[in-house]
């Protein structure tokens, strides 16, 4: 079973910056497709960001394209996110989530992935 764990969350200002990490543990990292969601107060959880099995395809949605970067390093299993040039709607509870198929078709969809952290609680102020 993969259990995931966030950690990195903060309060900052806004345009500061702030680096997320997600350790997976249960397989191995090379075996799973990654992703981070976040969900703020009221809304549903959003993709974020995706990252194919070798970091070789990566994918984002549109509000958070130039700002954040998502990156793995599979030999330490560890999944991160880096949080540039914040603003205060990027306030959310950020969640990494993992899939173990090997064929991914709709990496924005929640319901593709089969693990999930508890969440990492992001807040950036005005």
């Known amino acids: 079973q993969v259990q995931l764990a966030e950690s990195g969350g903060g309060l900052v200002q806004a345009g500061d910056s702030l680096r997320l990490s997600c350790a997976a543990s249960g397989r191995a990292l090379s075996d799973l497709y990654m992703a981070w969601f976040r969900q703020a107060p009221g809304k549903e959880r959003e993709f974020v960001t995706s990252i194919s099995w070798r970091g070789v395809s990566t994918y984002y949605a549109d509000s958070v394209k130039g700002r954040f970067t998502i990156s793995r390093d599979n030999a330490k299993n560890m999944v991160y996110l880096q949080l540039d040039k914040l603003k205060p709607e990027d306030t959310a509870v950020y969640y990494c989530?993992?899939?173990?198929?090997?064929?991914?078709?709709?990496?924005?969809?929640?319901?593709?992935?089969?693990?999930w952290g508890q969440g990492t609680q992001v807040t950036v102020s005005s």
């Open positions: 989530a993992a899939t173990q198929s090997r064929t991914v078709l709709d990496f924005r969809a929640s319901g593709v992935y089969d693990s």
